[in-house]
């Protein structure tokens, strides 16, 4: 049995080892660029949403995504 959630679940990754919890990362796309939650360090990410065009956007995790963390999980 695994538990996977996504990272909008804000759990601690020490807290998700420790659980066993397989933690998948959602998407942002600031002004057309895709990055995966945690790929940018938060000045980086502040800076970047400051000087974007347009509002940035968030998608959940792909269905596949899941299906591949269950699979490889056991």
Do not use: H, N, W
């Not at 990754?13 to 945690?38: K, N, Q, S, W």
């Not at 269905?63 to 699979?71: H, I, K, Q, S």
């Amino acid at each position: 049995m695994a538990v996977v959630t996504d990272s909008a679940a804000c759990l601690p990754p020490d807290e998700a080892e420790r659980l066993g919890v397989i933690i998948l990362p959602f998407t942002l796309v600031v002004d057309g660029a895709v990055y995966e939650d945690g790929a940018l360090e938060p000045a980086d990410l502040y800076r970047q949403l400051r000087a974007a065009k347009e509002p940035p956007k968030t998608a959940g995790v792909a269905p596949a995504t899941y299906l591949e963390a269950f699979r490889r999980s056991g």
